[in-house]
Structure formats: structure tokens, C-alpha cells
């Protein structure tokens, strides 16, 4: 079992930047890989940012340049670096995990263990 907390969400300004982070709790790094999402009222939720244990990302076309994921493996935490914010990235941003055997990826149904989420709102 792994538990996930989100922290970091906001109100910003367009153009704006957030850090947000996700501890871990109970998560085996040797068999779990961490991602983000987001989802606004009726949609879909949608993948952001990916991460592998060595390190190597995946982003959506749509925040590619704008944002970084990150993680700290000693401490159990995955951060998103989001600069240069929009009203479209206004959303309930989750951290994920899925098992290591699955490659980097933004797809939902790969990942089995979710956070409660963090709002993030952007204004124009």
C-alpha cells in the first residue's frame, strides 16, 4: 500500500510560478515510479509530468518548457516546478504511482495508487 499527500497548490496570477510536492508514505522506490495529473469539472482526468528512477521525464505537449517534475528519492517526494502559468492549467493537480515495470508514461490506467490532490487556480 502507498499513501500519497499533495502540498504547494494556490491562487496565482498569469504568469505565475507554484513548487508542488507529494510525500510518499510506504512507497517501495524499488517497485513504484511517481507521476502527476490534473483534472477540471467535466474532464477527463489528464496526464502532466512523468518520472523514472533514473531520472528521465515525460511532459503533455501542453506544459513542455513551463514545467519540471523532480524527485528526492531519500526523502519520498516528488516536486512540479510550474513557471509561467496560464488560466488553462487551472486544476486539481494528483500525484500517482505505478509499478516500475511500466515505462514512463502519462496514461491513468497505469497507475494504481492516487492523492487526494491540490487546487491550483491561475487568473488572468
Known amino acids: 500500500q502507498v499513501q500519497l499527500v499533495e502540498s504547494g497548490g494556490g491562487s496565482v496570477r498569469s504568469g505565475g510560478s507554484l513548487r508542488l510536492s507529494c510525500i510518499a508514505s510506504?512507497?517501495?522506490?524499488?517497485?513504484?515510479?511517481l507521476g502527476w495529473f490534473r483534472q477540471t469539472p467535466g474532464k477527463e482526468r489528464e496526464g502532466v509530468a512523468a518520472?523514472?528512477?533514473?531520472?528521465?521525464?515525460t511532459y503533455a505537449d501542453s506544459v513542455k518548457g513551463r514545467f519540471t517534475i523532480s524527485q528526492d528519492s531519500a526523502k519520498n517526494t516528488l516536486y512540479l516546478q510550474m513557471n509561467n502559468l496560464k488560466p488553462e492549467d487551472t486544476a486539481i493537480y494528483y500525484c500517482?504511482?505505478?509499478?516500475?515495470?511500466?515505462?514512463?508514461?502519462?496514461?491513468?490506467?497505469?497507475?494504481?495508487?492516487w492523492g487526494s490532490g491540490t487546487q491550483v487556480t491561475v487568473s488572468s
Open positions: 510506504g512507497y517501495a522506490s524499488s517497485e513504484y515510479r
Open positions: 500517482a504511482a505505478r509499478p516500475k515495470i511500466v515505462r514512463s508514461t502519462l496514461d491513468k490506467r497505469d497507475y494504481n495508487f
Open positions: 518520472i523514472d528512477s533514473d531520472d528521465s521525464t
